[in-house]
């Protein structure tokens, strides 16, 4: 269990952008930000690893922009991965994280792996040779 745990829950009930006080965070934590959330930008940084505050938003699946310590604001805004299809796996309350649904029956466990990862345009054949001259490179009997 995090200290930042009701942030994360607070996060988690809202939907799209949540711009709020440091003040604010103060309430909902029940406890005062450390002086270096007021002094340096870099303590909102979205880089999870050792810091916890991070991985508290980062677990409900939002990220930290428009960080404006002199108005002492910050705002959260929904991490989107490709369209949508692919969340992040939730952190249980010892911060171990749960297991991935199983694969549908039939199924590599890596499929649809890469879904939402890839945008083809239109008028793109995928059929057509990267490489047009690559005739040249072979012998055309082949």
């Known amino acids: 269990m995090s200290k930042y745990d009701p942030l994360l829950r607070l996060l988690q009930s809202s939907r799209g952008d949540v711009e709020l006080a440091f003040g604010d965070i103060e309430e909902v934590l029940g406890f005062p930000l450390p002086a270096s959330a007021r002094r340096y930008a870099a303590w909102w940084s979205n880089s999870g690893g050792t810091h916890v505050q991070s991985v508290a938003w980062q677990s409900a699946g939002y ?45 590599h466990p890596a499929y649809g792996a890469l879904k939402g990862m890839i945008t083809i345009l239109p008028g793109v054949d995928l059929t057509e040779p990267s490489y047009p001259d690559w005739k040249k490179l072979y012998d055309e009997d082949h």
Do not use: C, S, W, Y
């Open 63 to 107: 990220r930290t922009e428009g960080v404006n310590l002199e108005q002492e604001t910050i705002r959260f805004v929904p991490e989107h991965r490709g369209f949508g299809e692919m969340k992040q796996t939730p952190l249980k309350p010892d911060g171990a994280q749960t297991q991935p649904p199983a694969a549908k029956p039939g199924h």
